[in-house]
């Protein structure tokens, strides 16, 4: 039953989006999934997840061999730890680039210097 499962695991690797032959350097240039939509999506975010905006960011994309900067927020909520970071790409369009959970803010020094 084992040998079974691993087999088929091993069978949904090509699946998940990783190609061998975009590997160079050491880096792997990898497709990710998008949402976008309009002012509903972040009503979803902030209303739903109760994620509220907790930073603005600069996002910078190479698209069609040009480099592209698009407004960013963080939105997270604090209690339960989910977060969700939103690119503005035009006029009342967003689309949500990141999302997760179990996210804290690191505010003391000591907390920091684990991470570097």
Do not use: H
């Amino acid at each position: 039953m084992k040998k079974i499962l691993a087999a088929s695991l091993l069978c949904l690797l090509p699946s998940l989006g990783f190609n061998q032959s975009l590997v160079q350097n050491n880096n792997v240039e990898i497709q990710m999934d998008i949402f976008c939509g309009g002012d509903d999506l972040l009503n979803k975010i902030m209303f739903k997840y109760e994620e509220e905006p907790l930073i603005s960011l600069g996002s910078i994309r190479k698209i069609s061999g040009e480099v592209v900067r698009f407004p960013s927020i963080l939105f997270m909520n604090t209690r339960t730890g989910t977060w969700s970071i939103v690119e503005e790409r035009g006029k009342e369009f967003y689309c949500v680039i990141s999302v997760g959970d179990n996210g804290s803010l690191i505010i003391n020094e000591k907390e920091k210097r684990k991470y570097y």
